[in-house]
């Protein structure tokens, strides 16, 4: 038996088909080891949460986690908490104004931005930085997904972003994700073509004119009918087969699912 043992980040992952999966556990703020998870489908797994979480600014020992991972004081000071990742409309990193830190923003936001189309439970709209591409559409377990503006800086894909909330959803349903249930029907060129001549014309320059539907496969041997998603607090326990992977989920073969992402910080032990 191989026992691995860390505090979680959330999965990184390589564009293949299917998609690969590493999943890093450190040593509190120190990089420790890494797990090629597509290896564990079709294995029984053994999750055991020790009780310990630490906050992925500080390190400090927390009860309770905000945002990714963070004590409740970085969650409200550190940039990496910034409203602007919610909200990137809200950005002035280009107008030398910042929200919590003016180096951090500029570095991170005033670099080019991809305004997007994702298939997952449904047809949704977000932004991204364009180095973030195609992580971003994996983490939110898109099945298909093409760019449809690329701007200079944050704010104005967050502007783009806000001007079509009002025709498309910017949120998945995650029940309908991870059960991979959407409508095939689907015509996400159509979508594209469609929406953008609603955007409004001091943004439709930032449009792409020849963009090209993505699609992805993850590694999913069976997916859940009805989901019960666990909770490391309340069952710090798991043993299970492991079934596949999606976004950031991992799924087993009882319809149970553990979303890895929301367990920043956590320190487990992992046994196969």
Known sequence: MSEFIGNIRKMWSEYKSPINYTLPLYNNLEK??????NSLIGKDISIEFDGMINCVVTGRKVKKTYGEGMCFDAFRKSPLAVESIIRPELSQAHLGIALRDLEWEKKHDIQPHLVYLSLTSNVKVGVTRKTQMPYRWIDQGAVQALILAETPYR????????????????????????????DVSVNLLNEA?????????????????????????????????KITSLKLDKSPLIQKKLVGIK??????????????????????????
């Open 155 to 182: 704010q104005a894909a967050g502007l783009l972003e806000v001007s079509l909330k009002e025709h498309v959803s910017d949120r998945t349903n995650w029940r309908k994700m991870l059960a991979n249930e959407y």
């Open 247 to 272: 976004g950031q989920y991992f799924l087993f073969d009882d319809d149970t699912v553990l979303n890895i992402r929301s367990h920043t910080g956590y320190k487990v032990y992992l046994n196969f």
């Open 32 to 37: 420790g080891e890494y797990l090629d998870v």
């Open 193 to 225: 073509k469609s929406l953008g001549k609603l955007v409004p014309e001091e943004l439709k320059k930032f449009l792409i004119k020849d963009t090209e539907v993505v699609n992805l496969n993850f590694p999913v041997l069976q997916y859940p009918k």
